[in-house]
């Protein structure tokens, strides 16, 4: 149908860009991109300069019912959207940049310069709209090779490209990290050239870019490359820093950022959650902060994952990250991914699984997820003990909960009940017997029911000299 359009209204038009890549690569893609190219005859006939939206009107016209078509004049683009289907519109354009700013000057152009002024070879092909030359593919630059290959390249010299909108970097590790291809050695050399440049763009684009490679099924794979190039030194020196290995006396600590990216890349094979990917990310960025070398045990990292915690929020500030509970949740993890680990490494107490319930609440299994994923040993035999003294950790986890409730605790005797049965207003006292029956009960000293709760509350009063009123 909107062949038909495109072939009455005289015009030129195709499908360029990620849906051609997409469906060449047989993946699922979401939204569909239409060039319209437009003629002499066209706009004299018409007197109108916006064949896109021109051709998005006509097309609605012709789909009828439930089809909607919205356009910015100002951009020359058009959407028209039915049954949850998306096609975008856009005359073909032409593009210059100037220096300091991603935003080019555009004009007017023809097909081959709307492609030239695309990201990669894979993202410039073309597909003919019209009845003539239906799906027939138009690809300058060779996109199907690379495709084939797997190379993600640029059509023009990657140092204009990259320089001209330097967002196209990410895009590149991005893409690279989506698609598993290999980045092209001279286009990389390019990243390496320009990655000075990614400072003039946002950090909400930025951001954008690393999420969809925190996305991806093997995130580690776009932190290499950013960390090869250069540019993650620049957009996460937190994690670049982690790239480090030192020797003294022989002894070697592990490199912490490889490490990093193998707990990442565990997480992401066990959960679709984007912010335990974060805190997979980050759970060590304490660690060159808190190395110390012991001449009796070599290295050590005390307190790395406090340091750590303390590191996530100006972290997220900076990159414009979530402030809200995803950030709480983020440090949650940092601060206590080394507990499960220190419970399974002794013996398995109740009273440590209750603290650690107490303290994870509801994100106690994402918790459990990343500790093991944290699990990156050599050593095969140390590996299995780990990993059965966590089955141990679990089973605790789901014996003691059953048992105490802690998950979500509640106290049973709360500040108010206190306050009424002793006469007080809000003193230094209600805090200390609020904090002696919580102790009391992850000690599992006191049963966690009203009960017990309130006759340990009357003993340990009357200790303090109150009386009941
Ligand atoms: P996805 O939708 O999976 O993110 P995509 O390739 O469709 O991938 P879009 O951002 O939707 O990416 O852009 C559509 C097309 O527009 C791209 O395939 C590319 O041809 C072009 N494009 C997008 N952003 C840029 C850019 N910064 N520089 C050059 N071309 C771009
Ligand atoms: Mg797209």
Known sequence: MLSETVDEMGLEAYIVGGYVRDMILERPSKDVDVVVVSNVEFMEKTGKANPGIELAMAFTKRLGKGAHCSYFKNFGTAQVKWHGEEVEFVGARKESYTRDSRKPIVEDGTLDDDQKRRDFTINAMALCLNASRFGELVDPFDGIYDLEDGIISTPLDPDITFSDDPLRMMRCVRFATQLKFTIEEETFAALERNKERIKIISQERIIDELNKIMKAPNPSIGFVELQRCGLLELILPEVSALDIVEERNGRKHKNNFYHTLEVLDNVAKNSDNLWLRWGALLHDIGKPKSKRWDPLVGWTFHNHNYLGMRMVKPLFHRMKLPLDERLKYVEKLVDLHMRPINIADEEVTDSAVRRLLFEAGDDIDDLMLLCEADITSKNEQ????????????????????????????????????????????????????????????????????????????????????????
């Open 382 to 469: 140390r590996k299995r003990g780990f990993r059965e003294n966590y089955q141990l950790v679990r089973q605790k986890l789901v014996d003691i909960e059953e048992k105490d409730r802690i998950r979500n605790f509640q106290p049973p005797v709360d500040g108010d009940e206190i306050m009424q049965i002793f006469g007080l207003t809000p003193c230094k006292e209600v805090g200390i017997l609020k904090t002696a029956l919580k102790d009391a009960i992850l000690d599992g000293e006191v049963p966690n029911d009203h009960e017990p709760a309130l006759s340990f509350i009357m003993e340990k009063a009357k200790t303090m000299g109150l009386e009941v009123k």
